[in-house]
């Protein structure tokens, strides 16, 4: 099943923290109303919470989809599984673009991006060092063109 990493390099809270400390908890009052256009630091960290939270229910129906992918008896259910991964990559494009609109700038955007990426880059090679240990060869296989594109990608957003 998929991760619940933050898309936006904001973590979300962790599932232990108790509902006062969610980022979707009312923010305290700073004594300052935000200028008309811009965005709460609360506030973005929340938009990113539901953003970071649809991605990954897309990412859960995406998961349900797959395991019938082939089957031939597949559940009637299995469209709206298909339906419901792009419809929630969707709100998270939008949820996305608000915070774009609202409060991030390009340089924002492209560290975040390499944080994004170096994650991830560390994730797969976790991954490698533990087939490597456990001897799995076609996964090793299988990950090597992964960590090739990362590292590209890497590269890219450091120029």
């Known amino acids: 099943m998929a991760s619940t990493a933050p898309i936006l390099a904001l973590d979300p809270a962790p599932a232990s923290a108790s509902a006062s400390a969610s980022p979707l908890a ?36 995406l998961s349900m989809v797959c395991y019938f992918d082939e089957d031939p008896v597949a559940p009637v259910y299995v469209p709206f599984f298909q339906n419901q991964t792009e ?13 774009k609109e609202h409060k991030r700038t390009n340089v924002q955007a492209i560290v975040m991006a390499l944080e994004l990426e170096n994650g991830l880059h560390k ?37």
Not at 136 to 145: C, G, I, M, P, V
């Open 87 to 99: 419809v929630k990559k969707e709100h998270t494009r939008q949820f996305i673009r608000y915070l």
């Open 26 to 61: 009312p923010a305290r009052a700073q004594g300052q109303a935000q200028v008309q256009g811009s965005l709460s630091e609360a506030c973005g960290v929340a938009i990113n919470y539901m953003a970071s939270y649809e991605l990954n229910v897309s990412d859960g129906y």
């Open 123 to 159: 994730l797969l090679q976790d991954l490698q060092n533990l087939a490597s240990q456990k001897n799995e060869t076609d996964l090793l296989e299988f990950l090597k063109r992964f960590m090739g594109k990362q590292k590209r990608n890497i590269k890219y957003l450091e120029y």
